[in-house]
């Protein structure tokens, strides 16, 4: 595995194939980590320290089966020098009331948007060398404390991602066998961010979101920040001695 340890900077990062997520691992590599990036698709990053794994996080049993794999062993040795999950993955959909959408949909948002990442969290917690500091950003929004018509799920799973890094990081203080371990959590909400997900916000009729026009109005009057400002700005926060065990913040705050 030499080409592992080229770098001592591993980061995990979801959804690297689209927006936030792409210039996240991006700005990594360049900053000499290496990135292991998990999404359905797979572009391109010209560095031999990007690996990818090209799964569907909405799909618990396929992540069950992938995850029983050498992910640990070929991933979470004790080369490196520290540890960061970026949990950004996430989808919008199904956008619409409560009372219209499936249960089938509201299941598979749910298993990509919170259940999968809280799960993962415990996973890396589990699997990774004890003395190796870990450092984890669950990638949040405006959605998680504030309920937007027709955007249930998505503010619903964004507010669980939150309660999900919360308890790991009081686990990480209470439980016996955590005690004592280097992990932070952040939960990170990265602005409105020029990607594909905003396109798909201000496309939706007013209909299934009666607040449409306020995210067509956002694009139209240049509001909107690029990726790389939010992805900088994780990675300075992922190289930063953070001290607190969970913390909240929001991009430029
Ligand atoms: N853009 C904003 O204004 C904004 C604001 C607040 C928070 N956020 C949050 O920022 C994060 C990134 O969003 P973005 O705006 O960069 O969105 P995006 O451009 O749509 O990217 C979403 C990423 O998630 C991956 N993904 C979606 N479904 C997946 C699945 N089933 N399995 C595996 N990967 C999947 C996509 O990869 P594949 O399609 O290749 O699988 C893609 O790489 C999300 O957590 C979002 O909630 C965004």
Redesign the pocket.
Known sequence: MEFLTMTKLLAIV??????????LAKDLLSHGWTVVG?????ISFDSDNYHHI??????SKACATYFEGDFKEKYLTDDWSKIALI??????SPTGPLSEVSLVDLE?TFT??IAFPAWFMGYIVSKSPAKTPLRIIN?????ATSAYPGWGS?CMS?AALRMAGQNLAIEVEEVEGLKGRDIKVLDY??????????V??RSADEASFPRVQKFVDLHSNGQ??A?EAPAKEMRELLESAETEGFAIRRFGS
């Open positions: 979801t959804g690297t194939s689209s927006g936030i997520g792409a210039a998990i999404a359905r698709r797979l090209s799964l569907d996080l909405s799909d949990n950004n993955a996430a989808t919008l598979k990509l948007n990638i949040s929004s405006g959605a998505y964004k909400a990265p602005g409105v961010v020029d990607t594909p997900m905003q798909q916000a909107l920040v990726p």
